[in-house]
């Protein structure tokens, strides 16, 4: 997913400098779908095949059954995750560095940090497992508000007012 982001950043940066706006929700687009697929794939690998994933780790029976049971929770936001990574690096490309270091920290430490002091205390071991995906859902809910907030932003600028004439037209190239 990191992989697609990067991939998209100079692709949406270069566009979105050339104020080419439809061009520049089209990569988002393009990149969102991709970092869905595949974030879609792992969470099916991860929650469904989690016995065959965590006997390539170890053989003993306790660690397996927990091994198991940790990583079916931890992959329930896989899915969505990939939108979140997507949309901050979306916001580092047409220049919103602020946000998309927000957006950054959110995930990992914004949320993360405070749910493993948290949930442990009312769910025991389970909460250290729970805090990964309550954090995610976080993370792609403030990703989601933001890209919400800032794409009909995006969306306004691609009506440009042509200097020799008095009405708007919207950029098709």
Known sequence: VIGISQGMQPISGYN???????RVIKVLKLAVLGATCLTT???I?????????SSLFTK????LEHSIHALQITVIMMPFVGFGIITSTFFQSIGKA????????SRQVIF???ALFILPSYMGVDGVWYSAPLSDLAFVITASILLFIHLPKLKLQ??????FLDF?????L
């Open 41 to 43: 794939l792992c969470f």
């Open 168 to 172: 708007p037209y919207t950029s098709r």
């Open 158 to 163: 691609n009506i440009k007012m042509l200097p």
């Open 98 to 105: 602020r946000i998309s270091t927000i957006l950054s920290l």
């Open 112 to 114: 993360h940090i405070p």
């Open 16 to 22: 979105y400098g050339a104020g080419q706006y439809d």
């Open 45 to 53: 690998v991860g929650f469904f095949f989690a016995p065959f994933v």
């Open 60 to 63: 003993d029976k306790v660690l």
